[in-house]
């Protein structure tokens, strides 16, 4: 019966961490593979090859000039004036940390 009991208090618990290991995947990542991003950039080596690399970009552009190249892109990369704020900066936040 408490070996039971056990097993009933655990359930919740594991079903956090399902939850919480799903959630590990960062905000911009799941942006960039919605918006197709990579059908014309790539990162080590994966990806189009239309538009520039992202290697090392967090190294290269400070996060506001990443910022403004998705508000007003030079080229021909679509502008994404129509993101929420949140979404915006969670893909400058992404694109930052690039190594």
Do not use: F
């Amino acid at each position: 019966m408490k070996r039971t009991l056990l097993l009933l208090a655990a359930i919740p618990l594991l079903c956090l961490g399902v939850v919480v290991g799903a959630q590990e995947k960062p905000a911009g990542a799941d942006l960039i593979q919605r918006l197709g991003c990579m059908g014309c950039h790539s990162h080590k080596g994966k990806g189009g090859g239309r538009g520039p690399a992202w290697d090392g970009l967090g190294g290269r552009l400070r996060p506001e000039a990443i910022k403004q190249q998705l508000i007003a892109p030079r080229g021909r990369m679509p502008n994404y004036k129509h993101l929420r704020p949140e979404e915006l900066e969670a893909l400058v936040t992404y694109l930052s940390a690039l190594p």
